[in-house]
C-alpha cells in the first residue's frame, strides 16, 4: 500500500501543448509483501526509489507514468518558490496561471503544498556548518548526537498524522505576478518565510 496522487502535466513542444497524466508516489506501508511501515522516511524513500524506477516505462506512451515527487528540506524550501512561473496554458481563458516548472522542463498546477514531520518528538534534525553532518537534537535533555536516535524515526504512520497541507486557495499569493492581495487570515508566501525564518534563527 501506498500513498499517492495524480499529477496532470502541460507538456511545451513549441507553440503546442500536450496533457497527460502521472502517478506520484510520495509515502508507503508495504512494498512487495514487505512491511516497511517501521523504517526512516529516508529508507522508505530509497526502496520507493527504486520500486518506480522498475515500473516507469518511458516508451510506453500510452500508460500513466509513475514518478517519485522532489522532497524539499525546510533548508532548501525557497527553491519551491523560485520554481512557480505565471504561464497562459490551455483552458485557461488567455489568463496566465500559477505553474511549477519540473527539471525535465514539463508544467503542473499545483495547489498547495505538503509539509511532512519526518523526525519524531521530542528530537528535531539539523545540519552543522562546521562538522558538514546532519545532527538529532533532543529538545527534553538538549542533548545531541550525529548518530539517528531509534526513537526519532517517524513511521509511515507518524508522517500522515503530523503532516500539514498549506492549500492555496485564491487569495493566497506566493509568486509575485498573482494579482491575489493577500487575504487578511490566509497564510501567504512572505508571512510563510518569515516564520521560516524566525525558526532558524532559535
Known amino acids: 500500500r501506498s500513498r499517492y496522487y495524480n499529477l496532470h502535466y502541460l507538456s511545451l513542444q513549441g ?31 530509497e526502496k520507493l526509489q527504486k520500486f518506480v524506477k522498475a515500473l516507469r516505462k518511458t516508451t510506453r506512451t500510452d500508460l500513466i507514468q509513475l514518478h517519485m515527487p522532489e522532497i524539499f528540506s525546510m533548508e532548501r524550501v525557497e527553491q519551491i518558490f523560485e520554481r512557480l512561473v505565471m504561464r497562459v496554458g490551455k483552458s485557461s481563458a488567455n489568463k496566465p496561471r500559477l505553474c511549477y516548472k519540473t527539471d525535465s522542463g514539463n508544467f503542473f498546477c499545483p495547489t498547495g503544498m505538503t509539509i511532512i514531520q519526518t523526525v519524531k518528538e521530542p528530537w528535531i534534525r539539523g545540519h552543522s556548518k562546521s562538522t558538514g553532518l546532519d545532527y538529532w537534537y533532543n529538545i527534553h535533555n538538549r542533548r545531541s548526537v550525529y548518530e539517528c536516535p531509534a526513537d526519532s524515526i517517524a513511521t509511515a504512520r507518524d508522517c500522515k498524522l503530523n503532516s500539514l497541507h498549506w492549500s492555496w486557495t485564491d487569495g493566497v499569493k506566493v509568486h509575485p505576478d498573482q494579482k491575489e492581495n493577500g487575504a487578511t487570515g490566509l497564510l501567504d508566501k512572505e508571512k510563510f518565510m518569515d516564520h521560516i525564518h524566525k525558526i532558524r534563527q532559535q
Open 15 to 45: 507553440k503546442g501543448q500536450y496533457r497527460h497524466t502521472s502517478v506520484y508516489i510520495i509515502d508507503a506501508l508495504f512494498l512487495c509483501g514487505d512491511d516497511i511501515r517501521s523504517l526512516s522516511f529516508e529508507k522508505r524513500q
